[in-house]
């Protein structure tokens, strides 16, 4: 086994150890969203209160919701190109997710400059099969 090889099992794992680390991310706002579930619901109603729980409530709701998607998204992607990069397949989705990575500071930068750097040599590049076609 390469050198090369080494360092893309190795990028593979981190790809890996980087989306655990997101996962956990994506739960940060899950307080929110709980928070704005009682609000809609009505748990913090107070019938002489005119302040309008239900709105906030929404509002909360809907970004924790989006927060919790997007980074569920990107651990998944994130996966997915740790997968592609062990099996060699996939090169330009594994440069892109590399990319993404790099504004998940400081680990996803890291990982992303590395797998950069490791992706960018002619000899990784020809160890990648080309994408099935239609």
Same mark, same amino acid.
């Given at each position: 086994?390469?050198?090369?090889? &080494?360092?893309?099992?190795?990028?593979?794992?981190?790809?890996?150890?980087?989306?655990?680390? /997101?996962?956990? @991310? /994506?739960?940060?706002?899950?307080?929110?969203? @709980?928070?704005?579930?009682?609000? #809609?619901?009505?748990?913090?109603? &107070?019938?002489?209160?005119?302040?309008?729980?239900?709105?906030?409530?929404?509002?909360?709701?809907?970004?924790?919701?989006?927060?919790? #998607? #997007?980074?569920? /998204?990107?651990?998944?992607?994130?996966? /997915?190109?740790?997968?592609?990069?062990?099996?060699?397949?996939?090169?330009? =989705?594994?440069?892109?997710?590399?990319?993404?990575?790099?504004?998940?500071?400081? =680990?996803?930068?890291?990982?992303?400059?590395?797998?950069?750097?490791?992706?960018?040599?002619?000899? #990784?590049?020809?160890?990648?099969?080309?994408?099935?076609?239609?």
């Amino acid at each position: 086994m390469s050198q090369e090889d &080494d360092h893309l099992q190795m990028l593979a794992v981190f790809h890996n150890v980087v989306a655990g680390l /997101a996962l956990l @991310v /994506a739960l940060f706002p899950t307080v929110h969203l @709980v928070v704005g579930l009682c609000m #809609v619901s009505g748990y913090f109603t &107070d019938p002489k209160e005119e302040f309008p729980f239900a709105l906030v409530g929404w509002i909360l709701i809907f970004f924790a919701s989006l927060w919790i #998607v #997007v980074w569920l /998204a990107f651990s998944s992607a994130l996966v /997915a190109a740790g997968r592609c990069l062990r099996r060699r397949r996939r090169y330009q =989705f594994c440069l892109v997710m590399a990319g993404l990575a790099c504004a998940f500071m400081p =680990f996803g930068t890291a990982l992303g400059v590395f797998t950069i750097i490791t992706l960018s040599k002619e000899s #990784v590049k020809a160890q990648f099969q080309p994408a099935p076609g239609p």
